[in-house]
């Protein structure tokens, strides 16, 4: 007998005993009949079995082939789907040949579990279906169980329908000689082109296999608990629905290769439907080289892959592609994925470097396929990719991304890839789109997403909806950004750059670029965010955090265009318009509520020929409602450099620009002729127009010479912002000088300080205060009171008006201590003999 092992979710097994296959009594007088081939062969000959029109049926108690083995049904040609169930407890090892007559379907059923090993091998007319399920159910109700197996089983000539789960079941568990290696020498489980090889078991598992249906249809599924998995038939076999099978287990790849292509000394030319690797579990782990292949090389479209999953894990290498080679177009490849999508790394082997990914292509005539991702979590990260390309006329697919999170993190080992999300054209085919919907998403350590063309085809565009987006630092050698791009690296015109986000943050040399690098034309860039903010330049200080929309070589640049409430450039940050070669300069304007710079830039610099004033180089047009701040050595510039090379406009809309710090706003050209610049504000400070730079802030647009000044226009409304203010005096007045010198001091005396307040101090401003201080109300005056005074306020009986209050011209202390004003000043007796009244201005109480 044989003894299993189950390990880690696999299954294991160990030859103690030869396999062999011994049918059981459930189908009555049409039992299933298994004999030697020939006396001693290792081949069995399987015949018997109940037949119901189309349908043949076989029952076992065990059924497992040895290795160098065989099991050989020996059907008639005309039974379209033989159906084998295991009604034992014994998991079905096949490690040799399971083969069968004529163009028949092949249903294998053990809910114990099946293990294909390295030496097994299909020789099938038709598909291929094996499955842990504890039945096969059909359309008229009726069930063929290897758990409930009949006496007298009600057979059904009807067309299977689903396969019935009632509980725990077994795993499948496939192993192979290496995925590439099982290729090359056609060993593994292959089917004739345009079938359906189907595994669907409790967990799956494949190590070093080869599964391998040309143009037809791949199906793993894995199931662990109640449920019905559906059959529905097409012109290929089967097509697997999960929508009754909620509860699901895992399935993992290592070191294999799932294939449907169709190869291009393939027969297949056209075909009424496409090929399909479809995969539905919890979770799904490809790693170790692990591949899956829908390519086609002719004039038959590629199949799709279809990856339904809660989890899906790619690393070491691990691989998922549709590629076209041909006239054929290519696959469309979907991921959806409930909880997450995380592709890691790369795998570095003798003179290769595969890094794992996600890839839709085209290779010829033949239109890329569309491929698609859907998750709450996609991270791609050390140097692992989703791309779509096209390397000759095809038109490449596009990719599109929805998902809560997108994290894009680093590079390879050896830094010479980015950890990448992008579609490109190498050929004469356009690129095809890229589109993410996410509310974050986050670029760091020199990852990148872009759209490019390194061909005469144009690239394709790139558009990014988010509600917060952050783009940080480089590579670990500095040499590559953090950011989005798109790119015209030869004749093709780039694409365009969209982002929609509520915040946009690019920090420590992560950019934003639309490129052009030869002849092509660069793309546009348009911002549309709440909060857009650059920080800050690279680890080393060479690269600034940016926005760019340049032009490199003979080809034009972009246009950029920003619309944000908040606007903020700092530490050496910038917006570059501007072209580097022959090409001409893009034009920059910003839509904003404020504009601020500190020690940032925004710059549409030009080094390309441009003789006609009429056609500057370059335009800058700033609209901020409320403010434009420049501080420490900010700039705004549109600057020529070469012969005949004219600067470029500058258009400023505001409430009110500051520019302080040596901060400059210039349209200067150093060999032909300065720009424009035009400045419409409520009020300009801290800066103004100069002939020429200077350390203060400057408004310029300086030329050759003076005869080749461009001009400077500064709108401020006719209010004079001093009508009203009171100018200071330029020396403050010396607060000493403003004491009065009434009691001027005899030789060697002193004068006093006398306090006329309510009372309680001491004479002195160094005494303390006195315990029996007596503290005096102040009195308000009425003249309908009567006063006490010693000087008296007389009126007329007869007139009946009150006689007018006198200021009071003194006070004294009366008899009981009270303080009395008076009208008239008092009789004051000096304290001091150094002072005579005459020269003193100070009164003393009388006792």
Not at 416 to 427: E, I, N, V, Y
Request: overall charge negative; some cysteine.
């Amino acid at each position: 007998m044989t003894s299993w092992l189950v390990m880690g979710g696999a299954i294991a097994f160990c030859d103690s005993a030869l396999a062999q296959i011994i049918p059981d009594r459930t189908l009555g007088a049409e039992s299933s009949v298994v004999a030697p081939q020939t006396p001693g062969s290792p081949v069995d000959l399987i015949s018997g079995g109940a037949t119901r029109g189309e349908n043949l049926f076989h029952s076992f108690e065990q059924f497992s082939v040895q290795t160098g083995g065989a099991a050989v049904f020996n059907n008639a040609t005309d039974i379209q789907n033989i159906i084998s169930r295991v009604t034992g407890s014994s998991i079905s090892n096949i490690d040799g040949l399971i083969q069968a007559n004529g163009a028949a379907n092949l249903f294998l059923l053990n809910p114990n579990g099946i293990i294909f090993g390295q030496n097994a091998r299909l020789s099938i007319g038709g598909s291929f279906v094996a499955s842990t399920a504890t039945s096969l159910k059909f359309a008229d109700g009726l069930e063929f169980s290897p758990t409930v197996p009949q006496t007298t089983p009600l057979l059904t000539v009807n067309v299977p329908i689903g396969l019935q789960y009632t509980g725990k079941t077994g795993d499948i568990l496939v192993q192979g000689i290496g995925g590439s290696r099982g290729s090359q020498e056609g060993l593994g489980l292959i089917v004739p082109s345009n079938k359906t090889l189907a595994l669907v078991g409790g967990n799956v598992t494949l190590e070093g296999a080869f599964l391998n249906v040309p143009g037809g249809r791949i199906e793993l599924g894995s199931v662990t608990g109640v449920g019905q998995v559906n059959l529905n038939q097409t012109n290929q076999g089967w097509a697997l629905n999960y929508e009754n099978a909620q509860k699901l287990g895992n399935i993992q790849l290592s070191r294999s290769f799932v294939d449907i292509a169709i190869e291009e000394n393939s027969s297949i030319e056209n075909q009424g439907e496409r090929g399909a690797i479809s995969i539905r579990a919890s979770q799904l782990d490809l790693e170790k080289t692990s591949i899956l292949r829908t390519n086609t090389f002719t004039s038959a479209a590629a199949g799709n892959v279809n990856i339904d999953v809660q989890q899906l894990m790619m690393r070491e290498g691990a691989q998922v592609i549709t590629t076209t080679f041909g006239m054929g177009s290519g696959g469309n490849l979907n991921v959806n994925a409930s909880e997450s999508v995380e592709l890691t790394g790369e795998l570095i082997g003798a003179g290769f470097i595969s890094a794992s990914g996600l890839y839709s292509a085209t290779d010829g005539a033949g239109q890329a396929g569309s491929l698609t991702i859907t998750t709450p979590v996609l991270l791609i990260q050390d140097g692992a990719q989703v791309n779509a390309s096209t390397r000759s006329s095809g038109k490449g697919g596009n990719v599109s991304i929805t998902a809560n999170k997108v994290h894009l993190i680093g590079r390879t080992v050896d830094g010479q890839s980015a950890s990448g999300l992008a579609s490109l054209t190498q050929g004469l085919g356009n690129a095809g789109s890229v589109t993410i919907n996410t509310q974050e998403l986050l670029i760091r350590d020199g990852a990148a997403i872009s759209a490019a063309t390194f061909g005469d085809g144009k690239g394709g565009n790139l558009t990014i909806i988010a509600d917060s987006i952050q783009l940080i630092g480089r590579s670990a050698d500095g040499r590559s950004p953090s950011g989005l791009s798109v790119q015209a690296a030869r004749a093709g015109d780039a694409g365009s750059v969209t982002i929609n986000a509520q915040e946009l943050l690019i920090r420590d040399g992560a950019a934003v670029s639309a490129a052009t690098s030869r002849s092509g034309q660069g793309g546009n860039l348009t911002v549309t965010a709440d909060s857009i903010q650059l920080i800050g330049r690279s680890a080393d200080g060479q690269f600034p955090s940016r926005l760019a929309a340049e032009a490199r070589g003979a080809g034009n640049a972009g246009n950029m265009r920003i619309n944000t409430q908040q606007f903020l450039v700092r530490d050496g940050a910038g917006v570059f318009a501007e072209s580097r070669g022959t090409g001409n300069a893009g034009n920059l304007t910003i839509d904003a509520r404020s504009i601020r710079l500190d020690n940032g830039t925004l710059t549409a610099d030009t080094r390309s020929v441009n003789t006609n004033p009429d056609q500057p180089q370059a335009t800058i047009t700033l609209r901020a409602k409320d403010l434009i701040l420049l501080r420490r050595k900010s700039n705004i510039t549109t600057n020529a450099t070469g012969s005949n090379v004219i600067g470029g406009n500058i258009n400023v809309d505001t409430d009110f620009l500051v520019a302080t710090e040596n901060s400059d706003i210039s349209a200067n050209s150093t060999d032909f002729r300065g720009g424009r610049v035009t400045i419409k504000a409520f009020g300009i400070f801290g800066t103004q127009f100069r002939n020429a730079i200077t350390p203060e802030s400057d408004i310029t647009a300086t030329g050759a010479s003076p005869e080749f000044s461009g001009t400077v226009e500064l709108n401020i409304p006719d209010i004079d912002l001093n009508r009203g203010l009171v100018e200071l005096p330029v020396n403050l007045i010396d607060a000493s000088q403003q004491i009065a010198q009434g009691c001027a001091p005899r030789s060697g005396q002193t004068g006093s300080f006398v306090i006329t307040g309510r009372g309680g101090l001491p004479d002195n401003p160094s005494e303390i205060l006195a315990s029996d201080a007596i503290e005096v109300d102040l009195i308000a005056l009425n003249p309908k009171a009567e006063n006490h005074s010693s000087s008296t306020v007389s009126t007329n009986a007869t007139t009946p008006e009150p006689a007018p209050v006198i200021e009071a011209q003194g006070w004294v202390i009366g008899k009981n201590g009270e303080v009395q004003l008076i009208a008239s000043a008092p009789i004051i007796t000096p304290n001091n003999s150094g002072l005579t009244p005459e020269s003193c201005n100070v009164w003393q109480q009388r006792n």
